[in-house]
């Protein structure tokens, strides 16, 4: 069982950065990031494999974030820049043993940490 804990999320500014942390109990071969917008179903953010070789970032956040693991891969992190209000929501991080842009995919999830982008 792995148990994944997220944390660094908050309230920024438009046009701000903030990077999000997930530290994970145990190993994985896939990590990702998910978020769920108000009002909105969850939807994939970017996913990275365990050595960090291959990543994918959804279209809305390509160029801006940038998925990486650290720490011996028990640690992965989202670096958010040039934020928009649109990216409000609350953000998940989740494990498994594929590599997929789909929620079902993923065994482990966290909690949930929030991000606020004000206009």
């Known amino acids: 069982q792995v148990q994944l804990r997220e944390s660094g999320g908050g309230l920024v500014q438009a046009g701000g950065s903030l990077r999000l942390s997930c530290a994970a109990s145990?190993?994985?071969?896939?990590a990702a990031w998910f978020r769920q917008p108000p009002g909105n179903e969850r939807e994939f953010v970017a996913s990275?494999?365990?050595?960090?070789?291959?990543?994918s970032y959804a279209d809305s956040v390509k160029g801006r974030f940038t998925i990486t693991r650290g720490n011996g891969a028990n640690m992965v992190y989202l670096q958010m820049n040039s934020l928009k209000p649109e990216d409000t929501a609350i953000y998940y991080c989740?494990?498994?043993?594929?590599?997929?842009?789909?929620?079902?995919?993923?065994?482990?999830w966290g909690q949930g940490t929030q991000v606020t982008v004000s206009s």
């Open positions: 145990g190993r994985t071969f896939t």
């Open positions: 990275i494999l365990r050595n960090g070789g291959i990543t």
């Open positions: 989740a494990a498994g043993n594929q590599l997929s842009t789909m929620s079902a995919r993923y065994d482990y």
